[in-house]
C-alpha cells in the first residue's frame, strides 16, 4: 500500500498547521515524520487516517482518493501518543474491540476471533496479561496492546502518533527495536511521528523533517544527518555549532575577521556556518580556522564537551576525544573537519 | 559556668527544654490548641443547629401522634395522589435531562466551536434565576394571557396547572445537574477513545454505547441523582405553575405546606418525612458514587 498527499494545506484558526506538503511513501516502508511540537506532523498524521480534514489538498491511499472516506471506512491502524486503551474493556476487548464491530455480514465467529485475539497477543509478546484492565499495566505494556488492537483489525496502512513519547527513556530504547523487528516481521506500510532524533534515526527507513508546516527535507537517516539540505535540518539534527558569518566575493568572514572557508557557489550576505560539534578539530594555539580560550571542560564518557570563547567573541561549545586533555585557560586553534554554510 | 551545675539539674532542665521546643515546634506545625477547640465547636454547633435538628424535629413531629397516626396521614388519597405526581414529573424530567444533558455534555466537551462559553453559561442559567421567575416564565409563555395561551386553548391542550407544566418547569430548574456532572468528566477524558473506537471500524452509535457511556456512566448517574432529589423537593417554580388542584397538581412539597396551613401538622411533617428519607438516601448513595468516581478512574497517563 502506497500513501501518497498532496499540497495539503491545514490551519487551525490563525496558525497554519500544514502549508502544502507533498509526500510519498512506498510500499512496505517505515517512514519517520520528524520536527519539533506545532510542526504539522501530527496533524499530517491525522489527515491521513481521517481523524482531521484538510483545507486543501489531495490524500491518497494505494492510489486512491482517501478523502471520500472517513476514518472508519479507511481500514487504518491508528497509534495514540496516551495509548487511548478503553478503559473499562480487558485487555482481550481491547485488543478483539475492531473485529467485534465489524459489520454483520463479515464479522468472524466467536473461535476465529479469540484465536486471533490470542495470536495477536503472542505478536507483541503479552498473552499472559489477557484478563488485566488497562490501569493494570505499565506504559510500555499499553502501548504494545495499543498495536496489537490496531493490527487485529488487518490495517492497510499503520500510523503511530509519537507512540513512545510517554514513556521513559530505557522502555523507548526497547521498543524502537522491538518496533523494528516487528515492522520487518509484517511490513505494513507504516509512518511514525517523533520529535526524538535519534528514534527516527534509528528506525526509520526513511525520513521527513518538518518545520512550520513545511517539509524541511526527505532522506535517509544518513542523508538527513551527513547532507542536511538546510539550516534548520542541520540545527534540529544533531548536535551543532551555529555561527553567524558573512559571505563576500567568494570570502567567508566571521565579523571582520575572513575564514580560510572554501565559499564557493555561495551566495553573497549575510549566513550561518554549521559545524557538528564533534567535527571541530582541537590543535595548538595558532593552527586551525579560528582561535579561542577555553573555558570548561566536562568529560561525558568517551568525550570531553569544551565551551571556547572565540577570539571573535562567540562562545561555542565543542566534542573532542579525551586523547589530549584539554584544560580551562587553554588556548587552542580549531578546524572544522566539515562544515556548511546556509544562507540567510 | 556548665562545667559546675550537677547532673541532675542538667537533666531536669534538658527535658524540660525539649517539652519547650516540641510545644513551639506544634505551634508552628497547626495552629495553637484553644483556637483549633474553637473552630471545630463552632462549626458542630452551626451544624447541629441548622441541620441534624431541623431533620430531627421533622421525624419527632411526624411520630408526634404515633406511627398509625403517621401511617394514616400518608395513606390519605390526598397524599397519595402528591406522592404518584411527585414520582411521575420526577421520572420525566429526570430522563428529558439525561438526554438533553448528555448531548449538552457531549457538544461542550468533544467539539469546538464558537459561542460555547455562551452556552456553558446558558447551562448555568437555571441555578442563578431564582426558581418562582422560572415558574412566572412558563405561565407568561403558556398562561391564557401568554404567547401560546391562545393556541393551546384553541387545540384544547392544558399545560399550565396540568402535570406538562409541572414537568416543564421541574426539568427547568433541574438541567444543570446532569450536564455540571458530566462537562468537566468528559473533558477530562478528551476524544481519543472514540478516535480509536472510530479508526477501528465502530459506527458513531457503536461507540457511544460501548466506547462513550461505559466511560462516564458514574458520572452520569452522579447526576442523575442530585437531579432526582431537587425534581421531587422542588417548591418555587412548581407552586407557581401548579395551580394547587388538591389531589390532582400537589407535589409533595406543596402539599407540605397547605398542610401545614391547614394546622394538620402530623400530616405535614409526615410527608416531610418522606423527603427528609429521601434526602439521606440521596446523601449515601452520593458520597458511594464520588468513591467510585474517585477510585475508579486511572490519573496516570
Known sequence: ????????????????????????????????????????????????????????????????????????????????????????????ENVAFGLRVQPRAIRKDETTIR??????????????????????????????????????????????????????AKVRKELRKWLRSLHH????????????????????????????????????????????????????????????????????????????????????????????????????????????????VRNFGPVQRAEVALSGGETIEIDAPRDRELRAGDTVGLEPRRYRIFAG | MAMQISDSAMLATSGAKARARAAALENIRTEPAAVRIAIITLAVSFLTIFVVLPLVLVFAQAFSKGFMAYVTALAEPEALAAIKLTLLVAAISVTLNLVFGLVAAWAVAKFEFSGKTFLITLIDLPFSVSPVISGLVFVLLFGAQGYFGGWLRDHDIQILFAVPGIALATTFVTFPFVARALIPLMQEQGTQEEEAAISLGASGLRTFFRVTLPNIKWGLLYGVLLCNARAMGEFGAVSVVSGHIRGETNTMPLLVEILYDEYQFVAAFAIASLLAMLALITLVAKTILERRLDGGEDRDH
Do not use: C
Open chain 1, 1 to 92: 500500500m502506497t500513501i501518497e498527499v498532496r499540497k495539503l494545506v491545514k490551519t487551525f484558526g490563525s496558525f497554519k498547521a500544514l502549508d502544502g506538503v507533498d509526500l510519498k511513501v512506498d510500499s512496505g516502508e517505515l517512514l519517520a515524520l520528524l520536527g519539533p511540537s506545532g510542526s504539522g506532523k501530527t496533524t499530517l498524521l491525522r489527515i491521513v487516517a481521517g481523524l482531521d480534514w484538510p483545507d486543501a489538498g489531495e490524500v491518497l491511499i494505494n492510489g486512491e482518493d482517501a478523502l471520500t472516506h472517513g476514518a472508519r471506512e479507511r481500514h487504518v491502524g491508528f497509534v495514540f501518543q496516551h495509548y487511548a486503551l478503553f478503559r473499562h474493556m480487558s485487555v482481550f
Open chain 1, 115 to 168: 484465536a486471533r485475539v490470542k495470536e495477536l497477543l503472542d505478536l507483541v509478546q503479552l498473552d499472559w496479561l489477557a484478563d488485566r484492565y488497562p490501569n493494570q499495566l505499565s506504559g510500555g505494556q499499553r502501548q504494545r496492546i495499543a498495536l496489537a488492537r490496531a493490527l487485529a483489525i488487518e490495517p492497510r496502512i499503520l500510523l503511530l502518533d509519537e507512540p513512545f513519547g510517554a514513556l521513559d
Open chain 1, 185 to 296: 516481521e509484517i511490513n505494513v506500510t507504516s509512518i511514525f511521528v517523533t520529535h526524538d532524533q535519534e528514534e527516527a534515526l534509528e528506525v526509520a527507513n526513511r525520513v521527513v523533517v518538518m518545520d512550520k508546516g513545511r517539509i524541511e527535507q526527505i532522506g535517509s537517516p544518513d542523508d538527513v544527518y551527513e547532507t542536511p539540505a538546510t539550516a534548520f535540518v542541520h540545527g534540529f539534527i544533531g548536535e551543532s555549532i551555529e555561527l553567524p558569518v558573512q559571505v563576500a566575493d567568494g570570502v567567508v568572514r566571521l565579523g571582520e575577521r575572513p575564514l580560510p572557508l572554501k565559499a564557493e557557489g555561495l551566495a553573497s550576505g549575510a549566513s550561518k556556518l554549521f559545524v557538528r560539534r564533534h567535527d571541530m578539530l582541537v590543535g595548538p594555539a595558532g593552527s586551525g580556522a579560528f582561535e579561542g580560550a577555553v573555558q570548561h
